[in-house]
């Protein structure tokens, strides 16, 4: 009998993201794949990803999206990129038990902005699309 943290293999291709803040670390773990553009990120939902009618927390679609659109656009910008706009549309509802997969790219590039699109889907069924607005932080000559 599987406990309440017990995770299945992730997606094929999808390895844990180890270098990720504290507060991602406590919301996850959170998983990637690599790809030639953008990013692509994954979490197993559990019950303590839910909130009290057994559905997927609206947070913690949020918090997911935002990491997953800033993995897209630190790759695109190859800077660190600190979230000044987020918008997020929930479309439909998931459950703890099986996966979430979120893809990301970035859709314009700046020397200061990256504006990025992405979305978190379970199986066939998109259950968030997120638009972003990051700041690239960047060391002093870079």
């Not at 990720?20 to 773990?29: E, T």
């Not at 909130?51 to 800077?79: T, V, Y």
């Not at 990256?114 to 968030?128: C, K, P, S, T, Y």
Request: charge should be positive.
């Amino acid at each position: 009998m599987r406990s309440a943290e017990d995770i299945p293999a992730p997606p094929e291709g999808f390895v844990p993201h180890h270098s990720r803040g504290a507060f991602s670390k406590h919301n996850g773990p959170y998983f990637h794949r690599l790809v030639a553009d953008g990013a692509e990120q994954a979490f197993f939902v559990l019950p303590r990803h839910c909130n009290g009618l057994g559905i997927i927390h609206g947070g913690m679609l949020s918090a997911f999206l935002d990491g997953l659109l800033a993995a897209a656009a630190a790759r695109a910008a190859r800077a660190v990129p600190v979230t000044i706009h987020l918008s997020l549309d929930f479309l439909d509802m998931g459950r703890a038990g099986d996966w979430v997969v979120g893809d990301a790219k970035t859709t314009r590039l700046t020397r200061d902005l990256a504006f990025v699109e992405g979305r978190a889907q379970m199986q066939d069924r998109i259950l968030a699309r997120a638009t972003g607005v990051f700041k690239l932080m960047r060391r002093r000559g870079d």
